[in-house]
């Protein structure tokens, strides 16, 4: 018959929680020319024109309220780093933006 059927699964790792959430400091908003909300294969994204050329993106935060075309302010907004446990940290871990 059956050995423990849980042998040889794979076990996936819990949810993400929020380990760190900071603004944008100085040399990071320095660094962007604009910031505007986009469009993206999973909900939506951050793209920042940067000013020494070619952009960028950072995902949203599904809890933004901020909607396709809206301006991101980042002298308010912040940016959230996501942990889960069971994920290496050094690929797993995210980040997203949300609005002040």
Same mark, same amino acid.
């Given at each position: 018959?059956?050995?423990?059927? *849980? ?13 760190? #959430?900071? @603004? ?11 910031? %505007? &909300? &986009? %469009?993206? @294969?999973?909900? $939506? #994204? +951050? +793209? *920042? ?6 952009? $960028? ?5 599904? !809890? ?8 991101? !302010? ?13 994920? !290496?940290?050094? %690929? ?9």
């Amino acid at each position: 018959m059956f050995e423990n059927i *849980f042998n040889g699964r794979k076990v996936y790792a819990n949810g993400y929680e929020e380990v760190e #959430s900071r @603004n944008f400091n100085a040399e990071e908003q320095a660094a962007v020319a604009s910031a %505007t &909300v &986009v %469009t993206s @294969n999973y909900g $939506t #994204s +951050c +793209c *920042f024109m940067m000013k020494g050329g070619g952009k $960028t993106y950072i995902p949203m935060s599904r !809890d933004s309220k901020l909607s396709v075309g809206d301006k991101v !302010d980042l002298s308010t907004a912040k940016i959230i780093h996501l942990h889960r446990d069971g994920g !290496d940290p050094e %690929t797993d871990d995210i980040l997203r933006v949300i609005e002040g």
